[in-house]
């Protein structure tokens, strides 16, 4: 049996739902999955679908020159179309924190995660023996002002031949160029420990212990051209006090920051997250 | 313009979905919303369709026949059909407390809630005053023991003279007992003052306190015979301490009490709910 | 039987906590809560202590004589001390949204709110009814730009003949000015709706929506010269997800609002908040 | 510099805070923590207190002499004390599930826990691999029916050998009997993967899904005779829908045993837990 997963967004329009349930039967298709979104804003109809196939002939690339053919023009839809037991794979950059990559690789070691990790990249080489109790691979490629460009086509050359599918920066402490937003657009994933649009930037627990917030949050959100703006996936937020030193906030953050960071990336493997106009939808 | 809103559920089997929004698109609908479920434990599909018809001839009674000539008996559909500018007629019990009325009249008031309140009962007179400032009929049915069974057929006249679709307890004090239930099956809202099942019955904030629990909360969920033990419609809970008193966790309570009984009542109102085997299926 | 509250803070320095104690052993009180914090950045020393004096010669004025000559000048300390009947009274400031005033009048009914409420003023006089169901003075006090100043002096009046201790604005729609700022420091509750200092200003649930966040929140604070920003009392959170529409946004963020200004009014009624250098000890 | 953290609990009576305040400020004492609480139920005073001597002479154990002396017999106090630099030691009993361990010995080797971890232990050996990477010893103490008592005279035997403060059941999969338990009174901490007292016993989350709970939780408490029964130390809750299966509850509820935990352990460590009729005072 062979399943995929749809994602379409195109503008709202009578019968696009009817048209593509009904393709899926007469493609001997069975749904077992349909969601929808109209952002009435915008007039945009956004729908994820899955659908299960049986018959032991079915090709991914046939199929999708049949939807294209038949669909796609008729609704000027934007789409992608998946093999489920097609795992993505996730290259984890990371600095110095080790507590975001202690999460997830306390997960993928545990099967929670639908992906694949062909690397692990840093800019210290700090974190290196916990790659290697995880038995996956490390660069260390360092970054310095002089050697930034340098450095990022070493990175690019790397993600390229390891077929990598999206990057998520788990703490990790450079600024990431356009050279990669460009190849990667809505695929890398970051996490700010504040929650945004409250304090973009550096250092936001101290920001947050100036202003005397009641609760600290943590974001997670595609990188893009424009620092902490990208659009958001996941947040989550936490109860503090006034007796809470900034070091107390830091360590109740890397709760919040490790669950947010793991949970967005859940997100984005299973191919739940659309993005349109700086937002995402996110299927259930 | 009509809209409708359908609710279907069947033994999971191909086609339903392709079926079904075929059906639609056939009749000239315009498919705005759908949402399914499939409970993969009992091989059950659940799913929740909204749909406009543009056409000024468009009949509820007959399109309800087309429905279920076509597809009713195919897939041996259990299903609901509703016009959604028919608002459902909530009646509400109360008895002494008054938090949860006030909350519910003060949304109702604004317009936030898509029903009407035909009237109000309670078996005390305590709360007639503010049902007069909201202008909504007040009737005082005295529940004692030697006269409930009279009582309760008063409350049966009352609620079909009123041509009431469901009932909800805000904080009322009696036991409801099987005339309502069978009349009103999955259609009787309660709120219960704890995290249920935690704390079945009478002084839940009682044996909270004793338990010594960090967390206290609240349960919105259909009455059945089974005291406390219906459907869950919605939960939420708070955080506590050692330094709450009885009486500082039923002051906590409230909030969370009046805040799910209203969430129950949205969900329930917008016919969002769906029960099967003592669970609710809830569409977003 | 004589209860007081004392606030004090002053510079930290060694002996503050047994000098006190002792100071009150001494005078026959009995500590019945004590509870410190020190702000280590700032080096500043915050308790807040309640006493009972069995007495019935008891005089707060002559105590507070003796505690200042005592301990003011030695430990420097700014300081106040109340008599724990003595309810501190709140005037309530509206414009046309009811969902809050509903809330607190709910509670200040049922006993729950340890204060006197003198009267609701308004800006509008939509809401007359509301103040007259629960038996409140209400003024209408119309404010347009080349009246402004006219009307503060009629509300600065109102404030002072009626011995108001402190003020609320539960969604009241205007500015508040230096005028009233000045009189009442740290004294005008003000709910806004946003998670500051996400989204200061105006519209907080359009920015919110625009930004595609996925979780809104309320804050409620004291009123400083500088637009939402004075010290923050309390905040609470509540999950949404991209099918919330403005409207979904503004619904759902009442119930945050109504909850997070009644705490907010609770602790300040209950003398359990301190502010310094815009931020709050809020104490247990 | 020295810092001990008192705690102690006896019948509320006036004048103790007076005369704890006044002892430790005639023995140069600078007290930089004080909380305390009153179960007025069972009229039971509680208080924690920190306090710092400059003397290098100060011995902890003259000063416990001199305290004695001074205020036990006379308030008849239950009273511990300890010297803030002496960190408490772990033992930490694990069986298959890492989720825990790993966030456990993440938190250890970034300085988050204020404690030692002498060893774990484990009644099998899959977990040894992580031990061996966080250079922690690990035993392997196998338990079957047959050898469970000498099971337990080995763990006896282990945690007498290193000076073992208390215990942390990180999912441990055996019932721990009352030998241990007699010899660690409120020093065995468990995590139960529900939210106390809802689905005492095995496998509560297939038990959740059962009754459809719209909320999952998460019970920190010490191991007493009855099971499941213990003081609560903390809990947590995540809002699921009926979408999850048992597999996603149990994915879920990971995230909170987890954090569940490590909150507890910092709780105990930091000497903030007080435990008196089956229930605890945290201080903050």
């Given at each position: 049996?062979?399943?995929?997963?749809?994602?379409?967004?195109?503008?709202d329009?009578?019968?696009?739902?009817a048209?593509v349930?009904?393709?899926m039967a007469?493609n001997?298709?069975?749904?077992?999955?349909?969601?929808?979104h109209?952002d009435?804003?915008q007039?945009?109809f956004?729908m994820?679908l899955?659908c299960?196939?049986?018959?032991?002939a079915?090709?991914?690339e046939s199929?999708?020159?049949?939807?294209k053919?038949?669909?796609?023009?008729k609704?000027?839809?934007?789409?992608?179309?998946?093999?489920?037991?097609?795992?993505?794979?996730?290259?984890?950059f990371?600095?110095?924190y080790d507590?975001c990559?202690?999460?997830?690789l306390?997960?993928?070691?545990?099967g929670e995660?639908?992906?694949?990790?062909p690397?692990i990249?840093?800019?210290h080489?700090?974190?290196?023996?916990?790659?290697?109790s995880?038995?996956?691979?490390?660069f260390?490629?360092p970054?310095?002002?002089?050697?930034?460009?340098?450095?990022?086509?070493?990175?690019?050359?790397?993600?390229?031949?390891?077929?990598v599918?999206?990057?998520?920066?788990a703490?990790?402490?450079q600024i990431?160029?356009?050279?990669l937003?460009d190849?990667f657009?809505?695929?890398i994933?970051?996490?700010h420990?504040?929650f945004?649009?409250?304090?973009?930037?550096?250092?936001?627990?101290?920001?947050?212990y100036?202003?005397?917030?009641?609760?600290?949050?943590?974001t997670?959100?595609?990188?893009?051209?424009?620092?902490?703006?990208?659009p958001?996936?996941?947040?989550?937020?936490a109860?503090?006090?006034?007796?809470?030193?900034i070091?107390?906030l830091?360590?109740?953050?890397?709760?919040?920051?490790?669950?947010?960071?793991s949970n967005a990336?859940?997100?984005?493997a299973?191919?739940?997250?659309?993005?349109?106009?700086?937002?995402?939808?996110?299927?259930?």
């Amino acid at each position: 049996m062979h399943k995929i997963t749809l994602l379409i967004h195109c503008k709202d329009q009578p019968g696009i739902i009817a048209s593509v349930t009904n393709f899926m039967a007469l493609n001997n298709g069975n749904i077992v999955y349909i969601d929808q979104h109209v952002d009435r804003e915008q007039n945009i109809f956004f729908m994820r679908l899955e659908c299960e196939f049986n018959s032991s002939a079915f090709s991914i690339e046939s199929f999708k020159e049949l939807f294209k053919n038949a669909l796609v023009d008729k609704f000027n839809l934007k789409w992608r179309m998946y093999l489920a037991d097609r795992k993505p794979r996730m290259a984890l950059f990371v600095s110095k924190y080790d507590h975001c990559l202690y999460d997830i690789l306390g997960r993928y070691n545990s099967g929670e995660l639908n992906l694949e990790i062909p690397f692990i990249l840093s800019n210290h080489n700090d974190l290196e023996p916990i790659a290697k109790s995880f038995k996956i691979p490390f660069f260390h490629v360092p970054v310095a002002k002089a050697t930034k460009q340098k450095a990022e086509f070493k990175q690019l050359e790397l993600l390229e031949s390891h077929k990598v599918d999206f990057i998520v920066l788990a703490r990790y402490m450079q600024i990431v160029s356009n050279l990669l937003i460009d190849k990667f657009p809505n695929k890398i994933i970051n996490i700010h420990h504040s929650f945004l649009p409250a304090f973009v930037g550096a250092k936001p627990y101290h920001s947050a212990y100036k202003r005397g917030v009641k609760i600290i949050g943590a974001t997670s959100h595609y990188i893009t051209e424009e620092l902490d703006a990208g659009p958001i996936i996941e947040q989550d937020v936490a109860h503090v006090s006034h007796s809470y030193s900034i070091k107390d906030l830091i360590a109740k953050g890397r709760d919040l920051e490790k669950i947010v960071l793991s949970n967005a990336i859940k997100l984005h493997a299973n191919r739940k997250v659309m993005v349109f106009n700086n937002k995402t939808v996110i299927f259930s």
